[in-house]
Nanobody, 123 residues
Framework: QVQLVESGGGSVQAGGSLRLSCAAS????????LAWFRQPPGQEREGVAS???????NFADSVKGRFTVAKDNAKNTLYLQANSLKPEDTANYYC?????????????????WGQGTQVTVSS
């Protein structure tokens, strides 16, 4: 199984950018589809973006055109580049993984999770 550790969260003003990282270990990186989820305070966890093993991406409508996702196979790391941040992007951001080819943004279908990294966007 794979272990996931997120980093890169922080506090930014609206319009700013952050790059979140998710370092994977414990299994063959290329076997896993990976995804980003977020959980705003007092709300349910929601999908942000996914990257399957074939390189296809899937984004939530709320972040299309602002967020991108990519991975570095040499570093076993997944990235989320978040641009033009808005206060409503404030949440704890989680990395998730599942073996095989998956694009879904439904949190219940992902098997492995990191501990999360907090993103706070002020107006």
């Amino acid at each position: 199984q794979v272990q996931l550790v997120e980093s890169g969260g922080g506090s930014v003003q609206a319009g700013g950018s952050l790059r979140l990282s998710c370092a994977a270990s414990g299994d063959t990186f290329g076997r896993y589809s990976l995804a980003w989820f977020r959980q705003p305070p007092g709300q349910e966890r929601e999908g942000v973006a996914s990257l399957d093993t074939a390189g296809y991406t899937n984004f939530a409508d709320s972040v299309k055109g602002r967020f991108t996702v990519a991975k570095d196979n040499a570093k076993n790391t997944l990235y989320l580049q978040a641009n033009s941040l808005k206060p409503e992007d404030t949440a704890n951001y989680y990395c998730a993984g599942r073996a095989g080819r998956w694009e879904t943004l439904s949190p219940t279908l992902w098997h492995y999770w990191g501990q999360g990294t907090q993103v706070t966007v002020s107006s």
